[in-house]
Each structure stands twice: as C-alpha cells, then as structure tokens.
C-alpha cells in the first residue's frame, strides 16, 4: 500500500512539473514574440558640400566617427551624435 501511494504522489508531483514547465515556457515564447523593439526611422542631414560621399563610419564611444570625401573639400572626419542626431564637430584632414 505504501509504494501505490508514493506512486500516486510522484505522478501528481511530475504531472504539476510538467504542466507548469509548459506554461512557463509558452508564457515565455509568447513574450519573446511580441516583444519587438521599436524601429526608429531617420533622415539624417550631416550638412556636408554637395557631391560628398561616406567612404567609411566606425564607433567611437557613444559617438559615430563617418570619414567624409568629395565634394570640392579635403577629407574629413564628422563626428556625429546617435542620441541627439546632430554633428558635433568636423575634423579636416589635409
């Protein structure tokens, strides 16, 4: 008698393991699923001469340093601001 009791409890132990897994992981996948970043959608004017090019960008801190070519100016470097979205300066490469 003994061992179909401990029996019955292990059952109703493993079924409510099993249940609340599940639930736990459905509630999971569903938060995972519906848990979409905002896009932020931009235009961005650098205010640089007409005929200038991005010939290469690279992260500087919490600042995004663009290489700048063309445009009947010497190259430069515009440092740029991802938070505000504005050019916080431009260093001139001669």
């Given amino acids: 008698m003994d061992k179909l009791k401990l029996i019955k409890i292990a059952v109703v132990a493993m079924t409510f393991l099993l249940i ?5 992981m459905l509630t999971t996948l ?3 699923l519906n848990n979409k970043p905002a896009e932020i959608e931009r235009n961005i004017n ?3 001469a007409d005929g200038s090019f991005i010939n290469n960008m690279l992260e500087c801190q919490e600042y995004i340093c663009i290489v700048v070519k063309g445009g009947a100016l010497a190259d ?5 601001d ?3 979205g504005k050019k ?4 001139s490469l001669y």
């Fill in 20 to 24: 609340a897994g599940s639930l736990f």
């Fill in 30 to 32: 569903y938060r995972r």
């Fill in 46 to 48: 650098l205010g640089e």
């Fill in 76 to 80: 430069r470097i515009v440092i740029f």
């Fill in 82 to 84: 991802p938070d505000t």
């Fill in 88 to 91: 916080v300066s431009t260093v």
